[in-house]
């Protein structure tokens, strides 16, 4: 995918991670990317037009830019005179005005005058990302096609911790090469993802469970999502937050797991990144197990639970195109995920060392090997959104 002879229109809001728009024009300008900023009054309390200009090498625009002086082609032409819109950091405010389709300021104007696509890289505290507000902004602006890359989770400037942080730079270049290249190729797509562990109950208040966080699971629907494709994540029980602009069903079981993913059928795409249990209580209790006098503990019959990824690769008609599987490995970890592709009918799976050693289960990077019919490939060890990224860009090249 060339960024050569593209231009975007970066429109930089306020926000601690005004700073990171910077590094985001050296990667565009590198791929040959042109680039024209356009700079609102809380992204100048963070960044100067100076910083800018120097690395976009073109003229900032800032709300300072007078809508009077120019005539009304000006800032009409300006919002038309690039490939993509691209609003990083987006900030809640930013992103207020854009569902409202307010114009009170350059940028909220030129977004409102656009007829190009936007994609927005939100940045903001915690609170405000879970804010009732901005997932109702959110939703409109995503119905409306707006695209989205992030936020990421992580430690705020602000001293919490949660989503809100403005994707890596280069993330949001992959968005933004996504796009650009014609880029939702995954557009019509329909994909189901798993994430996250299942809860197997024992009785009303207990349950088997696993260490499973849904980071890449979680990741990589958002990845599928912003190269276009129509997602259903169908999560167990997790804590980080709903990736935008995919559909979020809720299970606690592997039965309901199974039975979500048959009805979000049919298919094109489905990526199995849940870590399911293996099996469930023979018969759990509808009441709270009292301990007994004498101590004795009670004796669990467990069963196995279905096989997911192998019942939606056999589903015959209904079997997506590309079926991929997870192996969450200790040891032999090649030899068990080919092993595993033919077993469970996958096409790839992706295979990952989970030895405590490597720090990769409920870690936040990930050292995957992906196993299809041509081979083995061993990627670097990368941040969990950069392997989803990669990951969806290598599905993306299947429906080419
Ligand atoms: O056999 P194992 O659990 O190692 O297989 C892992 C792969 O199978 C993962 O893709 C996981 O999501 C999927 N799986 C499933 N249903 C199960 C067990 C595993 O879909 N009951």
Redesign the pocket.
Same mark, same amino acid.
């Given at each position: 995918m060339s960024l050569a002879g593209k231009r975007v229109l970066l429109i930089v809001t306020g926000g601690i991670a005004a700073f990171k728009a910077l590094e985001l024009i050296r990667l565009l300008r590198k791929g040959g990317c042109g680039v024209t900023c356009v700079l609102t009054k809380g992204g100048a309390q963070f960044v100067t037009p100076l910083s800018l200009q120097a690395l976009s090498e073109h003229h900032v625009y800032t709300d300072l830019f007078s809508l009077t002086d120019e005539s009304e082609m000006g800032h009409i032409q300006l919002s038309r005179s690039a490939d993509l819109v691209v609003v990083a950091p987006a900030s809640a405010d930013i992103l207020a005005k854009m569902a409202a389709g307010l114009a009170d300021d350059l940028a909220s104007t030129l977004l409102l005058a656009t007829d190009k696509a936007v994609l927005v890289a939100p940045a903001m505290n915690v609170r405000m990302w879970g804010h009732a507000a901005t997932r109702a902004n959110m939703a409109t602006l995503q119905a409306r096609g707006v695209a989205v890359v992030g936020p990421d989770e992580g430690a705020m400037a602000c001293n919490e911790f949660g989503a809100g942080r403005l994707s890596e730079p280069p993330v949001i270049l992959a968005a933004i090469e996504a796009m650009l290249a014609g880029a939702r190729p995954l557009a019509g797509k329909h994909a189901i993802v798993?994430s996250g562990p299942t809860h197997e109950p024992i009785d009303p208040v207990r349950y088997i469970a696993n260490r499973s966080s849904g980071r890449q699971g979680h990741a990589i629907a958002a990845a599928l999502a912003a190269l276009g494709a129509r997602v259903t994540l169908v999560s167990g029980p997790v804590t980080v937050p709903d990736p935008a602009g995919v559909t979020v069903r809720r299970i606690e079981t @592997?039965a309901e797991?199974?039975a979500a993913c048959r009805a979000a059928l049919p298919a094109d795409i489905a990526v199995? =990144?849940?870590?399911?249990?293996?099996w469930r209580v023979a018969s759990a209790s509808d009441q709270k197990i009292k301990k007994t006098p004498d101590g004795a503990p009670p004796a669990l019959a467990l069963t196995p639970?279905?096989?997911?990824?192998?019942?939606?690769a056999a589903a015959g008609a209904d079997r997506p195109r590309l079926v991929?599987?997870? @192996?969450?490995?200790t040891h032999d970890l090649r030899a068990h995920a080919q092993d595993?592709r033919r077993r469970?009918n =996958?096409d790839w799976?992706v295979a990952n060392d989970v030895n405590p050693s490597t720090g990769i289960m409920g870690g936040a990077e990930n050292e995957i090997h992906l196993v299809t019919a041509e081979g083995i490939e061993d990627w670097p060890r990368l941040a969990k959104d950069e392997v989803a990224g990669r990951l969806a860009a290598r599905i993306a090249k299947v429906f080419a």
């Open positions: 798993t @592997a797991m199974l199995f =990144a849940a870590a399911v249990a293996d639970n279905p096989d997911i990824l192998a019942t939606i991929v599987g997870f @192996a969450a490995e595993k469970k =996958a799976i």
